[in-house]
């Protein structure tokens, strides 16, 4: 099928650290899991479901990022979904979600701060984004 479009972008949290290794051609792939809020499945006592999803990252991207996909970081992950199949102890089917990704950008870590980065963070407000000479009239909306 020539018209066909498989695209992903999430935003969540590292559920581990993740783990480098090279496929048996040497290709290295970085392998970790990323939680994301489900914000239409709210639970009762408060917060919302959680949905995870497998991801790797290939290449020299992997090796790159590896050591700064840790457990807690914030990420956005951009990239290919499929749906792995595999059969637990029980002899049941599972699926479990994966993410082949194409693009990964650090966005914190559970501290508050960059990954990587050795400063406080500074705090954003919305409207410290905003241009100054702004007027209201300007705005479409």
Known sequence: MANSYNKIILVGRIGRDAELR???KGTQVAETSVAVD???K???EG???TEWYRIKVWGRQAETLAPMLLKGN???VEGRLSIRTYEDRDKRNRYSPEVSADRVVLLGSPGGQRAGASREP???DELDQAPSDI???DIPF
């Open 42 to 44: 709210k639970k009762p």
């Open 135 to 137: 007027n209201a009239d």
């Open 47 to 49: 917060g919302f479901e």
């Open 74 to 76: 914030l990420v956005l």
């Open 122 to 124: 500074h705090p954003v």
């Open 38 to 40: 489900d914000l239409a």
């Open 22 to 24: 090279a496929t048996p």
